[in-house]
């Protein structure tokens, strides 16, 4: 039996330009009221920001088929991208107007797998530490049960927003 997905995003320009007008965490407050576009790559996988505060930010995600591998499981790569999603948001929540951030790395633990049975699973993005010029964030992903089923760790590069 063939399946399918459907599914339509916003111009990622919109939030690309508004990175800098405000604080990170303003930007990122504004995504999660809805009135700034999530990035396409979040509207892919189905996954959305649930919580930001300084410092802080969750994603979720409720997995199904259409993350699989070809063995029955959620492939990495979605495990990699909600890790990389949360620590690096967590890294824009603490920046000044004016910055922003790129990640320098990714470094993810597999501990457990997750299928459609997993139920929503949420990654937690916390900064370690920030500088004027690199910050480095941890992400834990949990399942409902708060059992750890991965982690990541980050460097991020910051800089100044360049203008036109």
């Known amino acids: 039996m063939e399946r399918s997905r459907t599914y339509a ?4 320009a919109i939030s690309a330009g508004a990175v800098g007008e405000g604080s990170g965490l303003h ?16 509207v892919t996988l189905g996954m959305a920001v649930e919580e930001v505060e300084h410092g802080r930010v969750v994603f979720s995600l409720v997995p199904g088929e259409e993350h699989y591998n070809p063995i029955g499981s959620v492939h ?48 937690v993005g916390r900064v370690l530490s920030g500088g004027r010029r690199t910050a480095l964030a941890e992400a834990q992903l949990l399942d409902p049960a708060d059992r750890l089923l991965a982690h990541a760790t980050s460097s991020c590069m910051l800089y100044p927003v360049p203008t036109a």
């Not at 995003?9 to 990622?12: E, S």
């Not at 890790?83 to 501990?111: E, I, P, R």
């Open 9 to 12: 995003w916003d111009d990622p």
């Open 27 to 42: 930007f990122l407050r504004e995504i999660l009221a809805g009135r700034l576009p999530a990035a396409p790559i979040a």
């Open 76 to 123: 990495g790569g979605v495990y990699a991208t909600m890790l990389d999603s949360a620590a690096g948001c967590a890294v824009q929540s603490t920046l000044s107007q004016g910055m922003a951030y790129t990640s320098l790395d990714l470094t993810v633990k597999f501990l457990r797998p997750v299928t459609a049975d997993t139920g929503k699973v949420r990654a």
